[in-house]
């Protein structure tokens, strides 16, 4: 599996514009009622946007709020990076770089639809504070995966880590420590596997889900067991500059991976190809499935401020507690 990594680029979707305007999109989750939910790193809010684009605050959630995932409860989880020091580039595009001065750390949120009450789950774990929390992911029991993407400053880079926690905010444990840039996570249609994006090495990771927030560590003699390596499988990286960020996994198993630089989603097939899906903006941060059939793609553009829709030619995978 995966073996052959050939990459192509095939031509562009059929897009529609959904809303603009939004600061720094992304977290997209597909609401039965039409609408999809989704971030504003920039801004620090969950916001809804209606059918028709209109852009409503649901919750001030401060920090830089990014993956987003409904939970069993019905309510909204949020991993909150903390913040950024944003950048201005021109023509008024901004970018997130390095640890702003109000910095207090990253941590998993707890938002009310009904109400908008928000309320923070998780700041640490083994006494050791999250960094910037990055993706999120339930799984069918009710927990969930998340990633913790690390920050940088003009010294260095941490590390980041995969996690998996309780819903009820009883229980958060780190799984896969020392990871470069983890970003998106997804689980395989069986279950059976947890795929990490990794954004500066545009490499996908593939955990054996082996328990309820736990995975498979090589036996001794197989691959990366000499160096504690708990993935078991990788596919990329990309050719020539190109980093990714969050993912979706549609219902054949491939993982759609939302890519920088090269704007567009990247689809990491089954049988080991990669093909490019290119998008009008140079920084598409997630992509989400909704509708009846599942097949409508929704799609952030975070230089450009704009949620995007285009029929996807498959299948997305129903999340756990899909909206």
């Not at 979707?13 to 609408?35: K, T, Y």
């Not at 980041?160 to 020392?178: F, K, Q």
């Not at 003699?221 to 596919?235: A, I, K, R």
């Not at 409508?296 to 498959?314: E, H, Q, V, Y």
Request: charged share 15%; glycine share 16%.
């Amino acid at each position: 599996m995966f073996s052959d990594l050939s990459w192509r680029e095939e031509g562009r979707l059929n897009i529609e514009v959904v809303a603009e305007g939004l600061q720094f999109p992304e977290g997209p989750i597909a609401m039965r009622d039409g609408s999809v939910l989704l971030v504003e790193m920039r801004r620090g809010t969950l916001s809804r946007i209606t059918g028709d684009g209109i852009i409503e605050v649901i919750a001030d959630l401060g920090g830089g709020p990014n993956g987003a995932a409904i939970g069993p409860d019905g309510a909204v989880y949020i991993c909150n990076n903390g913040g950024s020091a944003w950048i201005e580039k021109p023509g008024g595009v901004f970018i997130p770089g390095g640890i702003p001065s109000d910095y207090q750390g990253g941590s998993i949120q707890h938002v009310d639809l009904a109400t908008g009450a928000v309320k923070s789950l998780y700041t640490g774990c083994d006494g050791v504070a999250l960094r910037a929390p990055n993706d999120i992911v339930f799984d069918t029991d009710g927990g969930f995966w998340f990633t913790d993407f690390g920050k940088d400053d003009s010294q260095g880079r941490d590390f980041g880590a995969l996690y998996y926690a309780h819903a009820d905010g009883s229980s958060i444990r780190r799984v896969a420590p020392n990871l470069l840039t983890p970003n998106g996570v997804g689980i395989s249609p069986d279950g059976k596997w947890l795929h990490v994006a990794e954004t500066l090495s545009s490499r996908l990771l593939m955990f054996e889900i082996s328990a309820p927030g736990c995975i498979r560590v090589p036996a001794p003699g197989e691959p990366g067991s000499d160096f504690g390596f708990s993935f078991v499988q990788t596919q990329g990286p990309l050719p020539g500059y190109q980093m990714i960020d969050s993912l979706a996994v549609e219902a054949c198993g491939n993982i759609c991976v939302a890519t920088l630089v090269n704007g567009g989603i990247s689809v990491y097939a089954t049988d080991g190809t990669i093909t490019h899906v290119p998008m009008e903006d140079s920084f598409v941060t997630n992509i989400c499935f909704g509708g009846n059939d599942m097949a409508d793609a929704f799609i952030t553009g975070a230089f450009s401020g704009r949620l995007f829709k285009a029929r996807w030619p498959r299948p997305g995978l129903v999340t756990a507690f899909g909206a």
